[in-house]
């Protein structure tokens, strides 16, 4: 199980960090995703990170860090720099490493089984 924590309202120029807790089994067992799905578009895949390695959505490039703290079982999402485009709904997405290590889509919805309820941000002055 995932549940997300950290969204709010930012004013633009901001930052923020998102917070992905996981439940149930090691996080260190699973590939980590971050989504976004801003209002009336279609979800898009941020970054996701795999056996140490991250892979980025060409627009996230400079601006999204993923951190994963194993230990406590939890991921983080910081975004620098926002702007309204940014506003959405953030979640996190985990599948088994192993599984991923397969794929190369790593920045697809359905690449992932387990999905966090999302948390909403909104950068607005």
């Known amino acids: 199980r995932l549940v997300n924590f950290g969204g709010g309202l930012v004013q633009p120029g901001g930052s923020l960090r998102l917070s992905c807790v996981a439940s149930?089994?090691?996080?260190?067992?699973?590939?980590i995703g971050w989504f976004r799905q801003a209002p009336g578009k279609e979800p898009e895949g941020i970054l996701c990170n795999n056996d140490g390695r991250t892979t980025y959505a060409d627009f996230a490039q400079g601006r999204f860090t993923i951190s994963r703290y194993n230990s406590n079982n939890t991921a983080y999402l910081e975004i620098k720099y926002l702007n309204p485009e940014d506003t959405a709904v953030y979640l996190c997405?985990?599948?088994?490493?192993?599984?991923?290590?397969?794929?190369?889509?790593?920045?697809?919805?359905?690449?992932?089984?387990?999905w966090g309820q999302g948390t909403q941000v909104t950068v607005s002055s």
């Open positions: 149930g089994e090691r996080m260190d067992y699973f590939g």
């Open positions: 997405a985990a599948d088994w490493s192993t599984k991923m290590r397969a794929t190369d889509n790593l920045l697809g919805r359905e690449e992932y089984t387990f």
